[in-house]
């Protein structure tokens, strides 16, 4: 018998029914590598859109990569949230801060189907709340699944996992590497 932690299991589960929905058999045709090389091109700049936004705290330039549709979903640290509730946390969340340095390494990319791109980056963050208090994040991963629709790509799934902790009282405060 093998025993497993309900709330450990039901993201796993979620990326694995949102995988397979993904992977209808439509979804098959062979992407090129010069094809692939645009899809890379034209999702990066969606992604250097997202950080700006997140950096500058702007709520609407986050959100205007996201796409709205029900199949959206969006999880922080285990949390799961669908358009609506990720669009009430982040312009929450972008009202105690002044601004974020979003640090991203070892990126990598991936093209499961014609109409969509898989980035995986390492993550590190540093948070500015207007309280004074600033955190920092220990080595994370950030996870997100564009989808084409048309002529855009939109962003249809993220995760971001992540330790914070304060940062220290002294010193020039980096994200940690």
């Known amino acids: 018998m093998v025993a497993f932690d309900k709330d450990y299991f039901s993201p796993c589960v979620l990326g694995g029914f949102y995988l397979a929905f993904v992977a209808r058999s439509e979804n098959s045709a062979v992407v090129t590598d010069q094809e692939k090389e645009q899809m890379k091109e034209q999702v990066t700049a969606l992604i250097d859109k997202l950080v700006k936004g997140c950096e500058a705290a702007n709520a609407d330039s986050v959100m205007s990569v996201m796409m709205i549709s029900p199949e959206f979903t969006y999880v922080v640290n285990r949390q799961s949230s669908d358009y609506q509730?990720?669009?009430?946390?982040v312009q929450s969340w972008f009202e105690m801060i002044t601004s974020q340095k979003v640090t991203l390494d070892n990126e990598r990319f991936s093209f499961p189907f014609f109409n969509s791109v898989?980035?995986?980056a390492?993550?590190?963050l540093v948070m500015n709340y207007k309280n004074g208090r600033t955190v920092i994040t220990d080595k994370g991963v950030w996870t997100l699944m564009f989808k084409k629709t048309g002529n855009d790509w939109?962003?249809?799934h993220g995760s971001e996992f992540y330790i914070y902790k304060d940062a220290p009282a002294e010193g020039a405060v980096t994200p940690v590497q």
């Open 85 to 89: 509730e990720f669009k009430k946390g």
């Open 118 to 120: 898989l980035y995986v």
């Open 122 to 124: 390492d993550l590190s």
């Open 154 to 156: 939109k962003l249809i």
